[in-house]
């Protein structure tokens, strides 16, 4: 199995380098250029699609981060990345019935559907590690997501992380400053607690006290009530709304403006609120209710951070925008950021993190996708002298899942193109930024 997986993620950058070749040759023999690029991108962003829905685990959890940063990718009049990105959120290949019934039966036990008035056998959606399905508890007459556990999700996300170890080390991709060993671990750790179901039932739960399912705590959020969980079966309440990347492509700039400063106030606000970071920040897990409040579906990746955000990243930001190279260097060196004895030129990391920094500038900023094409354009390109200050730094790798949350709610602020207050929610929810 491990084999063929790999495999089968080999085949996305084969495939698309036998389209470059093929590309070639058809613009050789006259062929319209702008039609043989429309066909080779069509072709690969379909390859990727299903590749990628249909192997599920860690290699559409990959995915389905990338969809965070969809704005990122290359334009194309079709949209056809964006569509496919938006799709593997939760509109993937669902496993055959006879194989969900089995994990039913297991975890709720041979009358399972007792339990239940009414079960949809069609699942609503199919995501990285299982698919939902709607129902009816009949103790209450609650409507209810039944979320269902893929049969051998638990050895195909190891192998994802295996292959992944390989790959880093192989192609480099990691910058030296993070030492891969303890990278490979925490990303093993973070992606078999999600396998879970209780552990996420848990997390649900705690988020539940401040923003409750019948009425929305401080008015801006819904976590729908847990009904029952075990290990491989979660039963919620069923929460209605429209999903976050259908508000980017078709919502009103109120509506988005408004849907991007809950979704900012969720993610900076859970550790001082409830001890919890919600790490995966992807859209699929987000909708913009009815009555404007913001519905959270997915609680399996979650970091405890009992003291609120680590101050690293706030002091950081802080020094860049107020303090000077000493001020900069000074909190590096304090926050165990830089390696004792590394040079770094202030004034390149100060572009660097201009993406992050930037906003931090501003009462409101506005995330359009031209500007986040053009601060990554920037910073990320390897021939760039502005990217080699990133390899000076030194990511423990306990803190990148919350850089991981930074870098989502910056690209999925930039897909609603939303404005947004952040100098306000800084001061509230990030320690070490006093600006």
């Known amino acids: 199995m491990a084999l063929l997986r790999t495999l089968r993620l080999m085949s996305l950058p084969l495939g698309a380098a036998a389209l470059g070749a093929e590309g070639l040759v058809r613009r050789g023999l006259g062929q319209d250029r702008g039609e043989v690029s429309r066909r080779q991108r069509q072709r690969t962003v379909a390859r990727t699609r299903r590749v990628l829905g249909e192997l599920k685990g860690g290699a ?59 079960f949809d056998e069609q699942p609503a959606a199919a995501a990285s590690i299982g698919q939902v399905h709607r129902a009816v508890w ?37 910058a030296r400053g993070v030492a891969m060993p303890p990278l490979v671990t925490e990303l093993r750790t973070r992606l078999l607690e999600e396998l879970d179901y209780r552990r996420e039932a848990a997390n649900q739960r705690r988020f539940a006290v401040v923003y409750p399912h019948d009425h929305g705590g401080e008015g801006e959020a819904v976590v729908p009530r847990v009904v029952r969980a075990t290990s491989r079966v979660l039963v919620q309440g069923w929460l209605d709304g429209v ?59 979650c970091l405890e951070l009992p003291g609120g955000l680590p101050r690293t990243f706030g002091r950081l930001i802080t020094a860049l925008l107020a303090g000077g190279d000493d001020d900069v260097l000074r909190a590096l060196r304090e926050e165990g950021l830089v390696r004792p004895g590394a040079r770094l030129e202030v004034a390149k990391l100060r572009d660097y993190l ?4 930037e906003p931090a500038r501003h009462e409101r900023f506005h ?33 990148l899942f919350t850089h991981r949350v930074w870098l989502g709610i910056v690209g999925v602020l930039a897909q609603l193109d939303a404005e947004v207050p952040v100098r306000p929610e800084l001061r509230r929810w990030l320690p070490g930024f006093e600006l």
């Open 138 to 174: 009949r103790e209450s007459g609650l409507d209810v997501a039944v979320k269902v556990q893929y049969p051998g999700v638990r050895e195909a996300i190891l192998s994802d992380v295996r292959a992944f170890s390989v790959a880093s080390r192989a192609a480099a991709l990691v």
């Open 243 to 301: 999903p976050l990347a259908r508000v980017a492509t078709g919502g009103t700039q109120a509506q988005r403006d408004r849907l991007g400063e809950l979704y900012q106030r969720f993610l900076l606000s859970g550790p001082a609120r409830c001890g919890l970071l919600h790490t995966d920040p992807h859209p699929g897990n987000f909708r913009l209710l009815d009555d404007g409040r913001l519905g959270v579906l997915d609680f399996g990746s």
């Open 60 to 118: 559409l959890k990959a995915g389905q981060l990338l969809s965070t940063v969809e704005a990122l990718f290359p334009a194309d009049p079709e949209q056809s990345w964006r569509q496919a990105l938006t799709s593997l959120q939760e509109s993937n290949p669902g496993i055959p019935w006879s194989d969900a019934e089995a994990v039913l039966r297991r975890e709720l036990g041979a009358r399972w559907r007792d339990l239940f008035e009414e």
């Open 354 to 357: 201009a993406p992050f920094s």
């Open 367 to 399: 995330y359009t996708r031209d500007w986040l094409k053009g601060q990554f354009a920037r910073v990320n390109d390897p021939r760039n002298p502005e990217f080699a200050v990133a390899l000076q730094l030194t990511i423990p790798p306990d803190q």
